[in-house]
C-alpha cells in the first residue's frame, strides 16, 4: 500500500515508551510506525522534534451560553482555531441544558454551531441543570444511545446546582444506560454564604472570589458525591480539582477501588489565590471556579498525577472578555460575585504542561515526563471518554499528531493566541518547546504558523461510555437484593 504521508526521522512520544521512528500514514490513518519506511507520497522531516499524539481537550465551553444568560466568546471555529495551534486534535465541550430547557433541543442546537465551525473532531457532554422526568427518563436514554455518552452536573451555581435527590436520580439513569457522570462539586450552601457575607461587608474586589470558596467546600461535595456514587455503583469523573484535601478524598476512595476518575487544569498547577489580588479590576482575569489554590495545594496536585489520583489535564476553557461582553458585564466595577467565572486556555495547556514536565521534567515524574505528558493530554482523556482510534500513535489509530520543536523557547501572549478572549492569564510566563505542526486525520492543519483547514472539517465522535463508565458490580447493602430484604433498586 502507498503511503499519502510519511512522518521522517522524529522521536515518536507514547504514554508508554520514547523511541525514534518513522510514520506512515494512509487514508488519514496511521499505517505503519518504523525505522526507514518507504517513501511516501508526501515527506515531513521530523529530524531533532518530538512526534506525538495530537491533544485531547475534555473540558471546554464554547460556543456556550451561561445561566445568567451571558455567550462566552469563542465560536467553535475560534476555539477550535485555538486549540490546534496548541496542539490539539480533540476538544470535548458542553450543550449545556438550563432550566426549562429541552435537552435534545439544547444537544441540536449545539450540534449546529458545532458542524458549522469546528475544525478539529469533537463531542459534547451534556449539562444537565433541569432534571425532570422527561430528560432524566427519556431525553438521557436517547441521547446516551445515540453516541453522547457523558453527563455533566454542577453542585453549585444557584441556577444550575443540581441536589441530593435529582442527583441520585441521574446517577441511577447514567447508570442504567452506560454514560460517565462528569461533576463541578463544590459545597453551594458555604459558597453562597460565604460571598452574601463578603459583600455585605463591602469585601467586593475579585481577590475574595478565592475567599468565598473556602477550601473545605471541595471535600464536602466529594465526599457527598462519591457516597451517592457508591450507593448506585456509578463511576463518576470529578472536574478540576484544587486543593490537597480534595485529592485526599479521591485518593481514599479509588484505595477502596470505587471508579473515580479526576482532573485538574493548568490553572491549579501554576496560580495561586495571590494571582486573584491585582490593582483595579484586573485580578478579573485570573476568576474561575473553583479558584487557584495554594503552593501546597499545586504540590499535592502534582503528586496525584504521578500517582496516577487524577488521571487528566484540561483546559476548563471558559472565554469570557474583559470588557462588558464578558468579565464586565455587570459595570465598570462590579463585585465579585457579578463577575463570570472563566480563563481561557485551549491553547496553552499542552505547551505549559510540555515545558513543566518534559522542558523542566518535574521530578515527581522521574525521567518519564514525555510519556506522562502524552498519558495526561491525549491517551488517558481518550481512554477515559472513550474515544477509539485517538490519543495515541499506533497502526490503525487515526493520523492525529503534532511535531513539537522541544527547543523552540515562547514567550506567552494574548496577541499570539487564537481565541476571543482578548487576554490570557499566562501572560508573560516562558515555554520551551512548542508544537509547530499539526495533523488532524492526516491533513496538516497547522502549518507555518497559519492554520489549513476549514471551519466545519471537524468530526463529531459519537461515543459509548466504555470501560470507564461501566459500573463495578459491587453493591452496597441497601442495593443488594440478597441483603436489603429483596428490594430491586438499580
Ligand atoms: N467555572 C466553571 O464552573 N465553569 C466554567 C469556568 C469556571 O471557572
Ligand atoms: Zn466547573
Ligand atoms: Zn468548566
Not at 66 to 91: P, Q, R, V, Y
Not at 212 to 239: C, V
Request: charged share 25%; net charge negative.
Amino acid at each position: 500500500m502507498g503511503y499519502d504521508l510519511v512522518i521522517r526521522g522524529g522521536t515518536v512520544g507514547t504514554a508508554t515508551g520514547v523511541f525514534k521512528a518513522d510514520v506512515a500514514i494512509a487514508d488519514g490513518k496511521i499505517a505503519a510506525i518504523g525505522v526507514d519506511l518507504p517513501a511516501g507520497e508526501r515527506e515531513v522531516s521530523a529530524h531533532g522534534k518530538y512526534v506525538l499524539p495530537g491533544g485531547i481537550d475534555t473540558h471546554s465551553h464554547v460556543e456556550q451560553v451561561s445561566a445568567g444568560g451571558l455567550l462566552n466568546a469563542d465560536t467553535f471555529e475560534s476555539a477550535t482555531t485555538s486549540a490546534a495551534f496548541g496542539g490539539n486534535t480533540t476538544l470535548i465541550s458542553f450543550a449545556a441544558q438550563h432550566r426549562g430547557l429541552d435537552l435534545r433541543k439544547v444537544v441540536s442546537d449545539y450540534s449546529v454551531l458545532a458542524e458549522r465551525g469546528a475544525l478539529i473532531d469533537y463531542a459534547f457532554h451534556l449539562i444537565v441543570a433541569n432534571p425532570d422526568r422527561k430528560t432524566i427518563e427519556t431525553d438521557l436514554p436517547a441521547l446516551i444511545s445515540e453516541g453522547h455518552a457523558s453527563i455533566k452536573i454542577f453542585m453549585t451555581y444557584d441556577l444550575m446546582k443540581i441536589d441530593d435527590e435529582p442527583l441520585l436520580d441521574l446517577l441511577l439513569t447514567a447508570r442504567r444506560n452506560r454514560a460517565l457522570v462528569c461533576v463541578h462539586a463544590e459545597n453551594h450552601g458555604m459558597i453562597s454564604w460565604m460571598g452574601k457575607k463578603l459583600v455585605e461587608k463591602g469585601y467586593v474586589h475579585p481577590k475574595y472570589h478565592s475567599i468565598s470558596h473556602p477550601r473545605g467546600s471541595e471535600p464536602e461535595a466529594f465526599n457527598r458525591l462519591i457516597a451517592a456514587a457508591e450507593l448506585l455503583d456509578q463511576p463518576i469523573m470529578i472536574f478540576h480539582v484544587a486543593t490537597a484535601e480534595g485529592v485526599k478524598v479521591i485518593r481514599d476512595a479509588r484505595d477502596r477501588g470505587l471508579k473515580v476518575f479526576a482532573e485538574t487544569c493548568p490553572q491549579y498547577l501554576f496560580m495561586t489565590k495571590e494571582d486573584l489580588d491585582k490593582p483595579g479590576m484586573e485580578g478579573a482575569k485570573w476568576m474561575c471556579s473553583p479558584p487557584p489554590r495554594e503552593a501546597s495545594d499545586q504540590q499535592s496536585l502534582w503528586q496525584a498525577l504521578a500517582l496516577g489520583d487524577i488521571q487528566a489535564i484540561s483546559s476548563d476553557h471558559a472565554p469570557y472578555r474583559f470588557d462588558e461582553s464578558g468579565k464586565l458585564s455587570a459595570g465598570p466595577s462590579p463585585n465579585f460575585k457579578q463577575i463570570a467565572n472563566g480563563l481561557p486556555g485551549l491553547e496553552t495547556r499542552l505547551p505549559l504542561m510540555f515545558d513543566a514536565l518534559v522542558s523542566k521534567g518535574r521530578p515527581e515524574f522521574a525521567g518519564r515526563g514525555l510519556e506522562a505528558f502524552v498519558q495526561l493530554t491525549a491517551t488517558a482523556p481518550a481512554a477515559i471518554y472513550n474515544l477509539p482510534g485517538k490519543g495515541a500513535i499506533l497502526p490503525g489509530y487515526d493520523a492525529d499528531m503534532a511535531i513539537w520543536d522541544p527547543e523552540k523557547t515562547v514567550t506567552i501572549t494574548h496577541e499570539a493566541m487564537h481565541d476571543r478572549t482578548g487576554f490570557t492569564p499566562f501572560e508573560g510566563f516562558v515555554v520551551k518547546g512548542w508544537p509547530e505542526r499539526v495533523f488532524r486525520r492526516g491533513d496538516e492543519i497547522i502549518a507555518d504558523g497559519a492554520c489549513k483547514a476549514s471551519p466545519g472539517s471537524g468530526r463529531w465522535l459519537a461515543r459509548t461510555g466504555g470501560i470507564a463508565a461501566e459500573p463495578r458490580g459491587v453493591l452496597v447493602a441497601e442495593m443488594d437484593p440478597e441483603r436489603n430484604f429483596g428490594a430491586t433498586l438499580l
